[in-house]
């Protein structure tokens, strides 16, 4: 069976850097920093108290009041990112045939904020009474469901939970339903909003989080030995998916060709990376046979980089060791110094970035390391693109995420040519 060509024809995102995708790739090539004190809840008595949040974001610029009242956050955040990437895409057309077109959607945790005020209003000595949409809000799939129902989509549709690998996943699951010709396009991405009481609370009760609250905006510093846990982050990224001869056939502009998927498992802790990268080396190893490609071919990797202390040299002692000397050829970065870490979204939003960077000749930069704070167990003589973004050509770009829970996850992209 002959295998069909996977392009990108449409992109959305709502993130900490802005609520369209062009404030979004504005703030990552200009190294903003999308961090400040949470305004969500008091943090005040937390160990954390800043995060990356999605700002002045309006529910009903996307959908009506009554609707919106039946959607968590990360719903909402995940269909204001779904209708700028469709519009974008040109997919409303009702000359498609909706039959074809599917969504995979992710999140990691889900309607975590809804979870909490059901579980918070509950009185024992009342009785139980809880909202009917409460289970329709709170479930990890039902963003999926609300992008399908809005605009009729009748293809595979449903949500991949595999942490913050999840929407790498979802990438992945959308690629092969259509290069196996079970599917002409398919919207995919993911969304969350875990910026929440228990959301921070619980990863602060792991130390997972930075607690750098004196400088927020500097907190997230990928590979700089003063790192001390991810920022936490939230929002929305969208891709249309199509198969190429059906994006030619309707004109559909062409982004750029997804050509490899790659997934592994660490098999190691619940939390943890593989100290030695295993898990990582595996999937970028899939990830490039999946693509038919050597290591030499990919220009620029958009790292996991989650700013943690055992992360970070694990995912460079991987790179290493997969790409050999070619390693010193590549731009490395971590958008996640900017964005924070948006979980389960997070490898939709950097296989948008390496996307663009791969369109527009330009790599994101890994912001906030300072000359001098260097990891003895960091090689820096890679090129970490710290500071500031670097012009180049880039033929080919890869994307890691790494889930707790051991789950890896990979996405190759490529310039489209014909």
């Known amino acids: 069976m002959e295998l069909k060509r996977v392009v990108v024809t449409g992109l959305g995102a709502i993130t900490p850097l802005g609520n369209t995708l062009s ?11 999308g961090a400040g004190p949470i305004t969500h809840f008091d943090a005040s008595n937390f160990k954390t108290q800043f995060a990356c949040e999605v700002k002045n974001f309006d ?9 919106a009242r039946k959607c968590d956050r990360y719903t909402l955040l995940g269909i204001a990112a779904a209708k700028e990437a469709i519009a974008d895409s040109n997919l409303e057309n009702d000359e498609i045939n909706k039959d074809r077109v599917g969504v995979i959607f992710a999140s990691g945790i ?19 009474r809880f909202n009917p949409f409460f289970i329709p809000k709170m479930i990890s799939d039902i963003a999926a469901g609300h992008i399908s129902m809005m605009y009729g989509y009748r293809g595979p549709n449903f949500a991949t939970v595999s942490a913050c690998a999840s929407s790498s996943n979802a990438i992945g699951d959308a690629f092969n339903y259509i290069r196996l010709g079970k599917a002409d396009a398919i919207v995919t991405g993911g969304a969350e909003a875990a910026i929440a009481i228990v959301g921070v609370g619980g990863f602060n009760a792991m130390n997972a989080l930075s607690v750098r609250n004196d400088s927020p905006e500097t907190a997230s510093r990928p590979f700089s030995a003063s790192r001390d846990g991810f920022v936490m ?12 001869e059906h994006a030619l056939a309707r ?8 050509v490899g998927t790659g997934m592994s498992a660490d098999a190691y802790h619940l939390t943890a990376s593989h100290p030695d990268g295993l898990g990582a080396k595996l999937v970028m190893r899939n990830a490039l046979e ?18 943690t202390p055992v992360g970070d040299p694990s995912e460079v002692k991987a790179i290493k060791e997969v790409f050999g000397e070619h390693a010193y050829n590549l731009n490395i970065s ?28 330009v ?25 500031k973004a670097q012009k180049r050509e880039i033929n080919a770009a890869l994307s890691n995420t790494f889930g707790f829970g051991g789950h890896n996850a990979c996405v190759i992209v490529k310039k489209f040519v014909k």
Not at 59 to 64: E, G, L, S, T
Not at 233 to 244: D, I, K, P, T, Y
Not at 251 to 258: H, L, M, R, T
Request: aromatic share 6%; hydrophobic share 35%; charged share 25%.
């Open 334 to 361: 971590s958008t996640k110094s900017m964005t924070g870490h948006l979980l389960g979204a997070a490898g939709a939003l950097e296989a948008i970035a390496c996307i663009l960077a791969v369109k527009e000749g």
């Open 251 to 258: 004109g559909a502009k062409i982004y750029a060709e997804i």
């Open 59 to 67: 529910p009903m610029q996307i959908m009506d009041r009554k609707e």
């Open 363 to 387: 790599i994101p930069p890994t912001i906030n390391h300072e000359e001098g704070d260097n990891d003895p167990e960091i090689d820096y003589k890679l090129n970490f693109t710290f500071n």
């Open 233 to 244: 982050g939230e929002g929305g990224a969208c891709l249309v998916l199509e198969e190429m």
């Open 23 to 33: 404030e979004t790739w504005e703030g990552l090539i200009n190294g903003k920093s």
């Open 110 to 128: 889900g309607g975590i904020q809804t979870f909490e005020d059901e579980a918070r209003g509950y009185n024992p000595e009342r009785g139980p």
């Open 290 to 307: 999946d693509a038919e490609m050597s290591p030499g071919e990919i220009d620029y990797i958009n790292v996991h980089g989650t700013s």
